[in-house]
């Protein structure tokens, strides 16, 4: 299957530089076999009705971008944070060309990183400081990561908005987007109409954003993400399923942590599944999910949904309703609006 298979065209203009003041008045499109209609994402509550399970990803994003300067010439460089290896070693991006093992680099407060070896596109980055003492800087200096094509200035309202209402375990370097349009009065009328809501937890990383660089798309590598999953919330997702209840997943990230549990039963670790067209679905039947960006995983993972659920040409399905999407005038990526599946 061909990387070119995922590309599409854009105008720029559909391409959210910010979310809903309201953020359920975000619009729906939403899609079944045999019908697409355009909505809003308040409409969730008319598509769910009791015995459904919602499962949401409750990581929280952390402010991953660091900007210091060389420790000699003084010139700006990005140390934008990916995993903590503990210890004060951090895998990261590092935002320059010119740049070899060695280089220091200096921020406020007197904290340092060392650039250690450079990885693949990656480098393991070595912190003078640790512990809570590394953290309570990275949350002072750090700005928010929010993704390029989005032009917004860091500031409060902008780390409030790239954050779901629902987040609680911090590691993300980017929000799951798909949660984003949930407020707590939606979700509180999902519960009482007997909407199950479960949370899960995986952290996005580099598996998740970084770009497809080969043309045959199953010689892709994915980069590992930490995940979670409780008991509880195993017991009651494995329940819905025995009990033949729909299990809707809010986000790419919430299908990967179920489809990986449901493959290698364990309920905590490290994935990098790849979901592409022609994989067969374990436990999600309806997703809820962003518009995304051309060439990337997350639409190679929904025209895959797409392809298993109504057994269509994934990519051609795919193509079909991003094209409707664009002549309804959505809203795009991160900020944009959202595509309920079911």
């Known amino acids: 299957m061909k990387l070119s298979d995922f590309d599409y065209q854009l105008p720029k203009e559909l391409i959210a530089q910010h979310p809903m003041e309201q953020r359920d008045h975000s619009r729906l499109l939403a899609v079944t076999k045999d019908l697409v209609r355009d909505e809003h994402f308040y409409d969730l509550t008319h598509h769910l009705s009791r015995g459904d399970l919602l499962v949401i990803n409750d990581t929280k994003v952390f402010p991953a971008r660091l900007l210091g300067q060389r420790q000699i010439t003084g010139g700006q460089i990005e140390i934008f944070l990916l995993q903590d290896k503990g210890n004060g070693l951090w895998e990261c991006l590092v935002g320059h060309s010119r740049i070899k093992a060695g280089l220091v680099v200096e921020f406020e407060y007197k904290l340092q990183a060392v650039l250690q070896e450079q990885v693949d596109q990656t480098w393991l980055v070595q912190f003078n400081k640790r512990g809570e003492e590394l953290r309570h800087l990275i949350n002072l200096l750090g700005q928010t990561p929010l993704p390029p094509y989005i032009k917004a200035v860091d500031s409060q309202k902008i780390k409030e908005q790239y954050q779901t209402i629902y987040a609680d375990h911090s590691g993300s370097v980017a929000a799951p987007t798909a949660g984003l349009h949930f407020t707590k009065e939606l979700l509180d009328t999902l519960a009482q109409q007997g909407v199950?809501?479960?949370?899960?937890?995986?952290?996005?990383?580099?598996?998740?954003?970084?770009?497809?660089?080969?043309?045959?798309?199953?010689?892709?590598?994915?980069?590992?993400?930490?995940?979670?999953?409780?008991?509880?919330?195993?017991?009651?997702?494995?329940q819905a399923r025995n009990e033949g209840h729909r299990i809707i997943a809010v986000g790419t990230t919430a299908v990967r942590v179920m489809e990986t549990v449901a493959k290698n039963q364990q309920l905590s670790g490290w994935t990098n599944i790849f979901i592409y067209p022609g994989y067969h679905f374990l436990l999600v039947n309806g997703l809820i999910t962003n518009f995304h960006l051309p060439k990337s995983t997350l639409l190679m993972l929904v025209a895959a949904f797409g392809q298993d659920k109504y057994d269509v040409n994934g990519v051609e399905w795919l193509r079909n309703t991003y094209q409707q999407a664009i002549a309804l005038n959505y809203r795009f990526y991160s900020f944009g609006d959202a595509m309920l599946i079911s």
């Open 196 to 238: 199950e809501i479960v949370h899960v937890t995986l952290h996005v990383g580099l598996g998740t954003f970084a770009p497809v660089k080969v043309e045959n798309i199953e010689q892709h590598q994915m980069h590992s993400e930490y995940y979670q999953v409780t008991n509880e919330a195993w017991n009651k997702i494995q």
